[in-house]
């Protein structure tokens, strides 16, 4: 386990441990840590309204095993995943956290579950003591929301091809590509404060125009070459890119 600070504590599986946890087929759920209300009794008006903003599990404290099966039957119906160890978890700071690039590279290097946790003892903590929605929720339900967009695609992700960063790489930059089987998905993050810049080169006979953005629609392009596509791209801190490509265009 480690953490990574981007104005948020990140924590979760690393190495062997998401390669064993990676399931292709499955689709990612994305949770929020539960502790009940009050605490360690689950309540379906608290479930519900973590369905309702877009969340498709809750995360339930592993020490808090007694309630577990009452939880299940509650998320149930609801069409909640009930998780109680996720593969990475984001401890959501005050404020509007810039988490994509954390949460992006997770689910690129193969995690199936991830937590995002407000830190509050009771209640499903997407409101202040005012019921005003906090800052964290937005980005967390629009990362959310585009997992669930993407179902089949997102849950059939393996390991693809290594790209290569031309150097000198940025350090807090990955950029991986993924078999998605009929298409490639292509996944930039950057885990800098500061807004980086980079050439990566694709392997050759990955088509290099038009990607699609699964952020936001966009198109995008690269530079056609023997050796395979080259991407110049610049990436703002704590922001992550998100391409799919069909791999019978060329």
Do not use: C, H
């Not at 946890?21 to 994305?30: K, Y």
């Not at 299940?72 to 509007?96: C, E, H, I, K, N």
């Amino acid at each position: 386990m480690r953490s990574l600070a981007i104005g948020l504590a990140v924590v979760g599986a690393t190495g062997a441990a998401v390669a064993a946890a990676r399931q292709v087929g499955r689709p990612p759920v994305v949770s929020v840590w539960y502790r009940g209300t009050p605490e360690g009794v689950p309540r379906l008006d608290d479930l519900a309204a973590l369905r309702a903003a877009g969340f498709t599990g809750v995360t339930w404290p592993p020490d808090e095993p007694a309630a577990v099966a009452e939880l299940t039957r509650l998320a149930r119906t609801v069409d909640l995943a009930v998780v109680t160890r996720p593969d990475l978890t984001v401890r959501v700071t005050p404020g509007a956290p810039r988490f994509a690039a954390a949460v992006w590279r997770a689910l690129a290097r193969g995690s199936r579950a991830i937590a995002f946790d407000p830190g509050q003892r009771a209640g499903p903590g997407l409101t202040d003591p005012r019921g005003e929605r906090l800052a964290w929720v937005r980005p967390a339900t629009e990362f959310a929301g585009q997992v669930s967009a993407n179902p089949r695609l997102l849950g059939s992700l393996g390991p693809g091809p290594k790209v290569v960063l031309e150097a000198p790489a940025p350090r807090d930059l990955e950029v991986t590509l993924l078999d998605g089987g009929r298409a490639w998905v292509l996944v930039a993050t950057n885990t800098a404060p500061v807004e980086v810049r980079a050439v990566a080169r694709l392997p050759p006979g990955v088509p290099y125009a038009l990607w699609v953005s699964l952020l936001d629609g966009g198109t995008m392009s690269m530079l056609r070459e023997a050796g395979g596509a080259r991407w110049t791209l610049t990436i703002g801190a704590g922001d992550a890119r998100v391409y799919v490509i069909d791999k019978t265009l060329k």
